[in-house]
């Protein structure tokens, strides 16, 4: 799994994991008789080696589609989607309005190497810097090099773009009067072979989207651009 805040948490105090992913993932291992070891907190950027390699049998976190995972994992039915947004310093409005804007030389991007954040910088705005962090980065070190300008432009979701802004209020803020710059389902994702493991848990994942149990667990923790698989759009 992955730490991400608000989806998927963890009590500094307990080292207990919490948040509408967690509960997910238990919920469909429960209808499929199966128990969930949460045992390796992985950086984003090692997802696709970890499960190549056999190192778990799912990443558990949820993974943000784009190609080059496609291309290498399984990845399961989503269970909600998140609309993915380009973020600034609250003084820098230089890119409202416009995300062409970014395209730029002279604009850097804050980026995880190998995550989605990365491959979004590299596909749709080729001309700009990526100031790229190790793929063991964790979250809050994202977001810090927009913070302490390092970067001038990062990608997030509401949900956990909001989990950082509440504890460092007053540094960043979206970019305004621009649509998301992409829309991803979230998924858990499996090795490439995982025929069968795949098959259990999308058609598990479809059942309790249909029985209205995910979208249940989702609106219980009302977190900010998060909404159930199925007819959602931002």
């Not at 990526?130 to 994202?142: D, G, H, M």
């Not at 773009?161 to 007053?170: G, R």
């Not at 098959?199 to 029985?211: C, H």
């Amino acid at each position: 799994y992955g730490l991400t805040p608000g989806t998927l948490d963890m009590n500094p105090n307990t080292k207990e994991l919490f948040g509408p992913n967690k509960d997910i993932v238990e919920r469909v291992a429960k209808e499929l008789e199966l128990k969930v070891e949460w045992v390796d907190d992985i950086g984003w950027g090692n997802v696709t080696e970890g499960l190549k390699s056999g190192r778990y049998d799912a990443f558990c976190g949820q993974v943000w589609a784009d190609g080059p995972r496609r291309r290498n994992l399984s990845l399961i039915h989503p269970f909600y989607y998140s609309a993915i947004y380009a973020f600034s310093r609250k003084e820098d409005r230089r890119f409202d309005g416009d995300l062409e804007k970014i395209n730029q030389p002279d604009v850097k991007l804050s980026a995880i190497d190998g995550d989605v954040t990365y491959n979004i910088g590299k596909q749709y705005f080729s001309k700009a810097g990526i100031v790229a962090l190790p793929q063991t980065a964790s979250t809050a070190e994202f977001f810090e090099g927009v913070k302490t300008r390092k970067a001038d432009v990062g990608f997030s979701d509401k949900g956990t773009f909001a989990a950082y802004a509440t504890a460092n209020p007053d540094y960043l803020s979206f970019i305004q009067d621009v649509p998301p710059v992409r829309v991803y389902g979230e998924q858990i994702g499996v090795g490439e072979h995982e025929v069968r493991l795949k098959q259990m848990l999308d058609g598990t994942v479809q059942f309790l989207i249909d029985n209205g149990e995910i979208e249940k667990i989702i609106r219980a923790y009302k977190l900010p651009g998060i909404s159930a698989a199925e007819g959602f759009r931002p």
